[in-house]
């Protein structure tokens, strides 16, 4: 069995260390292309984007749901305000219906009874 021309005979070390170096060298050189950096890219954005478009999704969603809750409590907030402020009308209807009662009172105390009761 015959060794090829190019091969290494044992008697030479020193270019089977230089050999295995620049054979490290072009592998890292082609592993390093950037070809294949793009192509790893495409394949991780192919593997990332469905589920980044699900996540867009949701965060879209939640923030809808999130203004509605905004909305929700800004009205509860300026209704709670508006019946604050409305507390002096609401005094002064009180105030003008107690002095109606007390005016229907004295009405009733001037007038007398109207109908005496009947004697039996």
Not at 3 to 28: A, I, V
Not at 45 to 63: C, N
Request: hydrophobic letters at 35%; aromatic letters at 8%.
């Amino acid at each position: 069995w015959a060794q090829p021309e190019w091969s290494l005979k044992p008697e030479q070390p020193e270019l089977r260390g230089d050999l295995t170096d620049k054979f490290t060298e072009s592998m890292y050189v082609l592993a390093n292309e950037p070809s294949v950096a793009l192509y790893r890219l495409q394949e991780h954005v192919r593997r990332s984007l469905p589920e980044l478009a699900q996540h867009k999704s949701d965060m879209q969603s939640w923030e809808e749901q999130s203004q509605g809750a905004i909305y929700t409590v800004e009205y509860a907030c300026s209704a709670i305000k508006n019946m604050t402020d409305s507390s002096v009308y609401f005094k002064s209807i009180d105030s003008l219906l107690k002095h109606a009662i007390a005016m229907k009172d004295q009405l009733n105390a001037a007038q007398g009874p109207k109908n005496p009761p009947a004697s039996s």
